[in-house]
């Protein structure tokens, strides 16, 4: 078989191949992007977003030239701070002033390191008779103003140890207590206080407690004065060796206001309550209510002491002026206030001691108080029949029958104080 030749291809066709490879050949490689590429895409990125964010702003910005921008290239980092050091922790506060500074600083009321004690002006130089000589006790020092009256001390028109010759069967017979007849003026604590409201809660403070106590032929008397809040212990304390030293206390509506102050206060700071071991208690206010009757406009201290006892108080303090003065000492120190409130204490102390005799005076002496309120003798002798005390209830008989004003009624009253002598009698005859 004889090979047969191929065509060879025509010339146009082999011109187009050579063209087509030409091109191919002239088709430049991509090659590599450089690698500062990724940053001018960058920032070619960034200022198109800076002419967008033109189109939304005002027309005034459209004009203002673009601000050039910082590299894009990451600033180094700056070195790790060290941690920071925690603060020393602050000491517990121990005292009432310290607790509410503390108080006060989180609450950014008080700046760090100061106190409400920094900012008030230098104080005043104390009195001594204000303040009192100074006492140590197992809770800090207490501060007591000590005054001795003699025999010749005056109050009033009456003396100040006119307490002394108080009459335990008069007393006994106001108060409708049998118990009384064991009372002994020489073994009572008079006592009477001031605070910071009427109030029995927490918030009330006794800060001027007063007390006085007959001792041989003289009247000693001794007021606590706490110098700050801080003082109470102390004070409650000394104040609580004083009371458990006696076995009968004396004050003027000291059952419903006095001992009850001072019990929640004893409770407060979990201290032995003095006043359960008392042998009783003689609250004058309850007397006076029996013993003054028509007299005396009204059954306060003040009204009782111009009435009864010719006792005139010149420029006193009223009660309700007492809580300001002492918040007033304890910002400023100013003793003025002070001494007004001391003073008034003083007074009403010694006011106890002739109260006292006054009241049992009206019974033991009825031909005075006949004078003064009829009415209150015919009152006192039917306290003294339904007491079994016929000895005084005749004694009061006898003085009303001088007075022609009480002479009818005191007969009527003589007969039944006869029945009622005859009936105990028989009763203890009767055999059990």
């Known amino acids: 078989m004889s090979e047969v030749d191929e065509p060879e291809p025509p010339a146009g066709e082999v011109r187009r191949a050579l063209q087509r490879l030409a091109r191919r050949e002239a088709t430049p490689t991509p090659t590599r992007m450089p690698e500062q590429a990724p ?35 990451p600033a180094p980092m700056a070195p790790a701070l060290p941690p920071p050091v925690p603060p020393a922790p602050e000491p517990t506060p121990t005292t009432m002033r310290a607790r509410l500074d503390a108080l006060r600083r989180q609450a950014g009321k008080l700046p760090e390191g100061g106190s409400p004690q920094d900012k008030r002006p230098a104080a005043a130089p104390t009195p ?8 140590t006790t197992p809770h800090g020092p207490s501060h007591v103003r000590t005054v001795v009256y003699d025999a010749t001390a005056q109050h009033g028109d009456r003396e100040a140890l006119a307490g002394l010759d108080a009459s335990p069967a008069a007393l006994a017979l106001l108060a409708g207590a049998p118990g009384f007849e064991r009372f002994d003026p020489r073994s009572a604590l008079l006592l009477d206080l001031e605070a910071t409201g009427l109030a029995h809660g927490a918030g009330t403070l006794p800060f001027l407690v007063g007390a006085a106590h007959f001792r ?6 001794e007021q606590w004065l706490m110098t700050s809040p801080d003082d109470e212990q102390a004070v409650l304390f000394d104040l609580a060796a004083r009371v458990r030293a006696f076995d009968w206390l004396v004050t003027f509506n000291g059952r419903t206001y006095d001992v009850p102050l001072l019990q929640s206060r004893y409770r407060l700071h979990r201290m032995d309550d003095p006043f359960v071991d008392l042998v009783g208690h003689v609250d004058l206010l309850t007397l006076t ?31 309700a002026e007492v809580p300001e003065c002492y918040r007033r000492w304890l910002f400023d120190r100013d003793p003025r206030p002070l001494e007004r409130v001391v003073e008034h204490n003083r007074l009403d102390v010694l006011t106890l001691s002739t109260l006292l005799h006054e009241v049992s005076h009206r019974v033991t002496a ?24 016929f000895e005084t209830a005749r004694r009061l008989l006898d003085a009303a029958d001088v007075v022609p004003s009480t002479r009818a ?17 028989k009763r203890a005859k009767a055999p059990c």
């Open 289 to 319: 209510r029996r013993a003054f009757r028509a007299d005396v406009p009204d059954k306060r201290l003040g009204t009782i002491e111009r009435h009864a006892l010719g006792l005139q108080r010149h420029e006193d303090i009223s009660g």
């Open 409 to 425: 009624r005191a007969e009527s009253l003589r007969a039944r104080v006869d029945r009622a002598e005859r009936r105990a009698l």
């Open 39 to 73: 940053r001018q895409t960058g920032a070619a990125l960034a200022a198109m977003r800076r002419r967008l964010d033109a189109l939304h702003a005002p027309r005034e910005a459209w004009s203002a030239p673009l601000r050039p921008q910082p590299d894009p290239t």
């Open 128 to 135: 001594h008779w204000v303040h009192g000589a100074e006492r």
């Open 366 to 389: 009825p031909e005075s108080t006949l004078l003064r309120d009829p009415d209150v003798v015919l009152g006192l002798i039917e306290r003294a029949r339904r007491a079994g005390q």
């Open 216 to 221: 041989g032929e003289a009247l000693t008397l």
